[in-house]
Nanobody
Framework: QVQLVESGGGLVQPGGSLRLSCAAS????????MNWYRQAPGKERELVAG????????NYADSVKGRFTISRDNAKNTVTLQMNSLRPEDTAVYYC?????????WGQGTQVTVSS
């Protein structure tokens, strides 16, 4: 049974930090590119950050470059998103995503709210 379980979301003030984690099980984690997406109310889901199977070549949306860092641990089957200097516009549900050719899995999402 494939599972992607996100954790670490919550309420934070502007300028604060959060660390999201995604625990994967039920598939060969190291064979998948891992991504974080987000979806704000009334908006389409967007790609925030991605990382290759080996942990190299991280890529980021322009809106989060320099503030967010994605990393993965293939020994622990986890991917994390360190989010610093958070802004109100970062408020969204954040989703963990595993992808390879013709196959993709999603987590259930974790809410991040940036507000004073």
């Amino acid at each position: 049974q494939v599972q992607l379980v996100e954790s670490g979301g919550g309420l934070v003030q502007p300028g604060g930090s959060l660390r999201l984690s995604c625990a994967a099980s039920g598939f060969t984690f190291s064979s998948y590119t891992m991504n974080w997406y987000r979806q704000a109310p009334g908006k389409e889901r967007e790609l925030v950050a991605g990382i290759s199977r080996t942990g190299g070549s991280p890529n980021y949306a322009d809106s989060v470059k320099g503030r967010f860092t994605i990393s993965r641990d293939n020994a622990k089957n986890t991917v994390t998103l360190q989010m610093n200097s958070l802004r109100p516009e970062d408020t969204a549900v954040y989703y963990c995503n595993a992808r390879r050719v013709l196959q993709t899995y999603w987590g259930q999402g974790t809410q991040v709210t940036v507000s004073s």
